[in-house]
């Protein structure tokens, strides 16, 4: 019995030996700063004593070297520091999806039971600026004029029916059916000095999705509007 249990131990007592033991280290290639002052320790002892080498050439050799050391570290640390950078980036982003931002377009998507947005800028004073609609199929339907306007933003508010400018609501289904859900176009018109001129708008847009580009900038995909850089983005909504 104590046979089989002092083989039985040393058995047991083997197979931790095995398991602990490690495999051994894979040698590297890559001559560091130590093998390197080795090397330039070496050459100092075997040099010509009648025609010694100049310190200044090991110094030299010495700072050359840890200048590319120096570079490799820095690029090593640069690398990590801007793939992190680029997953926080893509973290936050991905939290816009499914909230508004407003961008410079005059297209956009209006959901059902949903509220589009937007601003335009007066440059100058206007004695009438008008807003004109038009679905998909690029059909004229509704336009609603805002009388003169002094210069400056007008900023209003659409939700298919009734369009609110500066508190006041303008009903722009004439006491029909709402517009339906889909994408629209608004095209703003000034009368200034005599002369119609086209005004730039901005309209709020839902985020659908987000894509990191290769360059590591942030393009949201917006409902209506397409692709947009997250730096053409006016405001969070």
Same mark, same amino acid.
């Given at each position: ?14 197979? &931790?030996?095995?398991?602990? !033991? ?6 590297? &290639?890559?001559? /560091? !700063? ?21 310190? $200044?050439?090991?110094? +030299? !050799? ?8 120096? *570079?490799?570290? *820095? &690029? ?13 980036? +893509? ?6 999806? /499914? ?5 410079? $377009? ?9 509220? @589009? ?20 199929? /690029?059909?004229?339907?509704? !336009? ?9 933003? @007008? ?8 369009? #609110?400018?500066?508190?006041? *609501? ?17 095209? @703003?018109? +000034?009368?200034?000095?005599? #002369?119609?001129?086209?005004?730039? $708008? ?30 053409? @983005?006016?405001?969070?909504?």
């Amino acid at each position: 019995m104590n046979t089989v249990n002092d083989a039985s131990a040393a058995g047991h007592v083997l197979s &931790n030996l095995s398991i602990s !033991q490690k495999k051994p280290e894979a040698k590297s &290639n890559e001559l /560091g !700063q130590t093998a390197f002052l080795e090397l330039m320790i070496t050459q100092m002892n075997n040099q010509d004593p009648l025609s010694p080498q100049d310190n $200044t050439d090991f110094i +030299a !050799q010495l700072a050359q070297f840890s200048s590319v050391e120096g *570079l490799e570290r *820095l &690029n090593s640390s640069f690398d990590k520091f801007s793939g992190n950078f680029m997953s926080n980036q +893509a973290l936050q982003a991905s939290s816009l999806v /499914g909230r508004s931002v407003t961008v410079p $377009t005059d297209t956009t998507y209006l959901a059902n039971g949903g509220i @589009v947005s937007g601003s335009v800028d007066v440059p100058q004073a206007s004695s009438n600026v008008q807003i004109s609609l038009y679905d998909s199929s /690029g059909s004229l339907v509704g !336009q609603v004029p805002l009388g003169a306007r002094e210069a400056g933003e @007008v900023v209003f508010r659409f939700d298919g029916q009734y369009m #609110e400018v500066d508190g006041e *609501l303008i009903d722009w289904s004439a006491g029909e059916e709402p517009f339906a859900p889909g994408d629209y176009k608004f095209d @703003v018109n +000034a009368n200034i000095n005599g #002369e119609a001129q086209s005004l730039a $708008t901005s309209l709020s847009a839902n985020v659908n999705s987000v894509t990191l580009a290769d360059n590591g900038g942030i393009i949201l995909n917006l409902a209506g509007v397409g692709a947009v850089n997250i730096s053409a @983005v006016k405001q969070f909504n």
